[in-house]
C-alpha cells in the first residue's frame, strides 16, 4: 500500500517541447518508493505486465538487446526496439518502434522521482501519446500501491482531453494507433 502520500496533481499532466527535429514528452512522478523498487517495475517481466502498454520481451537487460513488443490481446503486430542505455538503478532507455523511452529514476528522500521521456516524430500524435503514458504511469503508481487501477480506456479518454487543451490541436491530429481504439 502506499506509504502515506496523497497524489499531487501539479506534476502529472506531462509536458511538451522540441527537440531538434523531434518533440520530447516528458513525465515527472514523486514516488513514495525506493529506487530499487521502481527499478524492479521498471525491468522485471512479471512487474512490466501490470502497467506497461505492451508485453516486452528482452533476453537480457544490455545495451544493444534487441526487444519485441506485442499488444496483450493481439490488436497490433508485434514490433521491435533496442535497448539504448542501462545503468541501474537509476537509467533505462530503448527504442519502441519509432520512438525513444526513457526512464530516470532518482532517490529523493526515502523515495524517488521518475522521470519518463519519449521522444516521437509527429506533432500530431503528442495528445494521443501524452494521455497514454499518463495513464500507464498511474498504472505504475497503482501497481507498486498494491491496488487496482481505473479501468485504460476510459481513463485515457478523460485525460485526453487535458492534452489536447494543454498541447494545441495541432498535437491531436493522430488518433490511437488502428486496433488500439
Known amino acids: 500500500m502506499r ?5 499531487k496533481e501539479v506534476n502529472v499532466i506531462g509536458d511538451l517541447e522540441k527537440a531538434g527535429e523531434r518533440w520530447e514528452l516528458r513525465f515527472r512522478r514523486e514516488l513514495p518508493y ?3 523498487r521502481v527499478w ?4 522485471e ?24 513488443f506485442k499488444d496483450a ?3 497490433i503486430q ?11 538503478p537509476r537509467l533505462l532507455e530503448f527504442r519502441w518502434g519509432t520512438d525513444t523511452i526513457r526512464f530516470e529514476v532518482a532517490p529523493r528522500g526515502a523515495g524517488c522521482t521518475l522521470t519518463l521521456i519519449d521522444i516521437i516524430d509527429e506533432l500530431g500524435k503528442a ?20 491496488t487496482a487501477a481505473p479501468a485504460m ?13 494543454k498541447f494545441g490541436p495541432e498535437a491531436a491530429t493522430i488518433g490511437p494507433p488502428e486496433g488500439r481504439s
Open 3 to 7: 506509504p502515506n502520500l496523497i497524489r
Open 34 to 36: 525506493p529506487p530499487a
Open 40 to 43: 524492479k517495475a521498471l525491468t
Open 45 to 68: 517481466p512479471d512487474e512490466l505486465r501490470k502497467w506497461f502498454p505492451d508485453q516486452v520481451a528482452v533476453s537480457e537487460w544490455t545495451v544493444g538487446a534487441k526487444m519485441e
Open 73 to 75: 490481446n493481439a490488436r
Open 78 to 88: 508485434p514490433f521491435d526496439g533496442e535497448v539504448i542505455a542501462y545503468e541501474p
Open 127 to 146: 495528445a494521443r501519446d501524452g494521455a497514454g503514458w499518463h495513464v500507464c504511469l498511474d498504472a505504475l503508481e497503482h501497481a507498486l500501491d498494491g
Open 153 to 165: 480506456p476510459e481513463r485515457w479518454t478523460a485525460v485526453h482531453r487535458d492534452y489536447v487543451k
